[in-house]
């Protein structure tokens, strides 16, 4: 993982967790009556959209070979998930890491695995030596 996104990762958990911990101080001061106003309250705050955010940055950079790479994956139904991620067809083409159960999930989570994907390809890049260089070191 690059250096650079273990902070960031780090700061949406925290934005994430100070939401959470605001609304359960709220709870304990206020004694609130309901589930309910508490559901209300979270949702009001985007704390879903928060953590889901979290979830995706991280599914995004850490891929799965045995899962489908997406977070919102509901795509259980039938068929075993691992059976379903085995497809050629659903593997990301550029990196050949990340795995998903079917296109729409290749395509939903792009947004979030594109940094992974970049960075894997910039690593293999600077790894392979330049063709002219290798050929002037056997030459």
Known sequence: MPADILPQLREQQGAAGAVLRSLLS???AADCSTAQQL???MQAAGLPQQLRAF????A????LSTACNNPGCVSLAQRSEQLLVTSKSCRCSRCRAARYCCKACQVEHWKWHTALCKGKAQQAAAAAPAPAAAAAAHG
Do not use: L, S
């Open 26 to 28: 709220e709870v304990d």
């Open 39 to 41: 559901f209300v309250d």
């Open 55 to 58: 979830a995706q940055a991280v």
């Open 60 to 63: 995004g950079r850490i891929p």
